[in-house]
Nanobody, 118 residues
Framework: QVQLVESGGGLVQPGGSLRLSCAAS????????MFWYRQGLGKGREQVAR????????NYADFVKGRFTISRDNDKSTVYLQMNSLEPEDTAVYYC???????????WGQGTQVTVST
């Protein structure tokens, strides 16, 4: 059974930082592209960042470029999202997503809440 378990969310002040983690099990982690998505209250789910399998290319949504960094540790079957210079607009539930090379297998985590507020 495939599981993706996010952690690291919480309440942070504007300008602060958080590091999200997503631990995967039940799949060959190194063979999957990994994504972070987010969904704000009353909004649709949007892609935040992507990291490929080797050579580990990354892509970011324009609204997080220069502030967020996605990385992965295949030995730990974990993907990370380092979030710096957080803004209230970053408040959302953040989801981890794993996708096989042919998109035939797609898995989601349960999400972790990030709230940016004073």
């Amino acid at each position: 059974q495939v599981q993706l378990v996010e952690s690291g969310g919480g309440l942070v002040q504007p300008g602060g930082s958080l590091r999200l983690s997503c631990a995967a099990s039940g799949l060959t982690f190194s063979a999957y592209e990994m994504f972070w998505y987010r969904q704000g209250l009353g909004k649709g789910r949007e892609q935040v960042a992507r990291i490929t399998t080797g050579p580990y290319y990354t892509n970011y949504a324009d609204f997080v470029k220069g502030r967020f960094t996605i990385s992965r540790d295949n030995d730990k079957s974990t993907v990370y999202l380092q979030m710096n210079s957080l803004e209230p607009e970053d408040t959302a539930v953040y989801y981890c997503n794993a996708r096989s090379y042919d998109n035939s297998r797609v898995y989601w985590g349960q999400g972790t809440q990030v709230t940016v507020s004073t």
